[in-house]
């Protein structure tokens, strides 16, 4: 069975740090993609960042670049997500959600569409 955990959310001042742990079994991790999203009230879930175990590449919307750092450690099949110089506007719900590599690929795919198993979510909430 699919699982993924996600852990680490919680309040925080502006420009305050958070780091999210996304937790995956049942799957062979070299085989996926790991994505982390993001949910606002009254907003659709979007694409924050992702990673490719296959390649090791990464991606980040540009909402996040230079402040959020996707990593990785194979040996707990865990993936993190580090958020620095954190804003009001990142309070949401993230979700981290896996995607199988298939028909060649290596890279991870940004779009919510590719993604097939999704964790519960964590609460992340940055006070002005």
């Known amino acids: 069975e699919v699982q993924l955990v996600e852990s680490g959310g919680g309040l925080v001042q502006a420009g305050g740090s958070l780091r999210l742990s996304c937790a995956a079994s049942?799957?062979?991790?070299?085989?996926?993609?790991i994505g982390w999203f993001r949910q606002a009230p009254g907003n659709e879930r979007e694409g924050v960042s992702c990673?490719?175990?296959?390649?090791?590449?990464?991606y980040y919307a540009h909402s996040v670049k230079g402040r959020f750092i996707i990593s990785s450690d194979n040996a707990k099949n865990t993936v993190y997500l580090q958020m620095n110089s954190l804003k009001p506007e990142d309070t949401a719900v993230y979700y981290c959600?896996?995607?199988?590599?298939?028909?060649?690929?290596?890279?991870?795919?940004?779009?919510?569409?590719?993604?097939?198993?999704w964790g519960q979510g964590t609460q992340v909430t940055v006070s002005s």
């Open positions: 959600a896996a995607s199988q590599l298939k028909h060649g690929r290596t890279t991870c795919p940004p779009a919510l569409r590719n993604y097939d198993y």
């Open positions: 049942g799957f062979t991790f070299d085989d996926y993609a």
């Open positions: 990673f490719s175990s296959s390649d090791r590449s990464t």
